[in-house]
C-alpha cells in the first residue's frame, strides 16, 4: 500500500510539470506569435507609405522637351528657277527641258533662240524654219531618230531639241563651243573660212556673250535688261 501511494504521488508529481512546461512553451509562443505580427504590421504599413509617396512624386504633365532635344529638320523644296519676263514661257521650258537632256546651259540655248529667230516660233529664213532654224533637209535622220516631223518644229519643244542634239553633237567633235556654233550658224565652208582666219564669228561671239549675261543674271535673280537693247 505505501509503494502504491509514492508510484502515484510521483506520477502526480510529473503531470504538474509537464504541465508547467506546457504552460510555458505556451506563453513563449504567444509572445513569439505577437512579435511576428507586430513585425509584420510595421513592414506593412511601410510599404503602404512607400507606394503613397511614389504616387504623389509622380509628375501631373509629360516633360517638355528641352534645347538638346531638336526637332528633326524638314526638308526644303529646290528653288524655283528664275522666270525671265524677256524670254517667252515656252522657249524657257523647252531650253531647261532640252539643256537637261544634253547636260547644255539653258541660258546657251536661249542666245540661240534669240539670235536665229528672236524666240519667234514662225520664223522662216529660206530652207530653216522655227524657233531654232532648223533645216529638215539637213537634219532629217535626226529628226526621224528624235521622233520629230516637220510639222513639230514650229514648237518650242521640238524645235529646241533638235537643236540641242546637234549643238551637242558639234561640241564633242569639235571640242570647242565657238567653233561648234560658228558650224551650226553657216555650215562646214563658213566655220572654216573663219578659223582659217584665226577668228572668232560676230554670231558665235554674240551668242557666248549673251548666254553669259542671262546666266549672271538668273543666278542673281536680278532685273534683266530690254531684249531690245542687246545688239
Known amino acids: 500500500m505505501t509503494r502504491s501511494g509514492g508510484t502515484w504521488r510521483k506520477m502526480m508529481e510529473k503531470k504538474r510539470r509537464r504541465r508547467r512546461y506546457t504552460l510555458r512553451e505556451q506563453l513563449l509562443s504567444l509572445a513569439i506569435g505577437i512579435m511576428i505580427g507586430l513585425l509584420a504590421g510595421l513592414a506593412h504599413a511601410n510599404s503602404v507609405q512607400q507606394h503613397r509617396q511614389a504616387i504623389v512624386s509622380l509628375p501631373s504633365e509629360p516633360p517638355a522637351i528641352t534645347a538638346t532635344q531638336e526637332a528633326p529638320e524638314t526638308p526644303t523644296a529646290p528653288p524655283e528657277p528664275y522666270n525671265d519676263p524677256n524670254i517667252p514661257d515656252n522657249v524657257e521650258?523647252?531650253?531647261?527641258?532640252?539643256?537637261?537632256?544634253?547636260?547644255?546651259?539653258?541660258?546657251?540655248?536661249?542666245?540661240?533662240?534669240?539670235?536665229?529667230?528672236?524666240?519667234?516660233?514662225?520664223?522662216?529664213?529660206?530652207?530653216?524654219?522655227?524657233?531654232?532654224?532648223?533645216?529638215?533637209?539637213?537634219?532629217?535622220?535626226?529628226?526621224?531618230?528624235?521622233?520629230?516631223?516637220?510639222?513639230?518644229?514650229?514648237?518650242?519643244?521640238?524645235?529646241?531639241?533638235?537643236?540641242?542634239?546637234?549643238?551637242?553633237?558639234?561640241?564633242?567633235?569639235?571640242?570647242?563651243?565657238?567653233?561648234?556654233?560658228?558650224?551650226?550658224?553657216?555650215?562646214?565652208?563658213?566655220?572654216?573660212?573663219?578659223?582659217?582666219?584665226?577668228?572668232?564669228?560676230?554670231?558665235?561671239?554674240?551668242?557666248?556673250e549673251m548666254a553669259e549675261q542671262l546666266r549672271q543674271e538668273h543666278d542673281n535673280a536680278e532685273e534683266v535688261r530690254p531684249l531690245d537693247s542687246i545688239k
Open 93 to 208: 521650258a523647252a531650253a531647261r527641258a532640252a539643256g537637261a537632256a544634253y547636260d547644255l546651259s539653258p541660258e546657251l540655248l536661249e542666245a540661240v533662240a534669240f539670235h536665229e529667230s528672236r524666240y519667234s516660233l514662225d520664223a522662216v529664213n529660206g530652207d530653216c524654219i522655227g524657233l531654232m532654224q532648223i533645216a529638215t533637209y539637213w537634219h532629217e535622220d535626226r529628226m526621224e531618230r528624235l521622233g520629230v516631223t516637220e510639222a513639230d518644229l514650229w514648237k518650242a519643244g521640238p524645235s529646241m531639241m533638235v537643236a540641242a542634239d546637234f549643238l551637242d553633237e558639234l561640241i564633242r567633235r569639235y571640242d570647242d563651243l565657238g567653233t561648234a556654233l560658228m558650224y551650226y550658224n553657216g555650215g562646214g565652208d563658213h566655220m572654216a573660212a573663219y578659223l582659217e582666219r584665226g577668228e572668232l564669228s560676230w554670231y558665235a561671239s554674240s551668242v557666248i
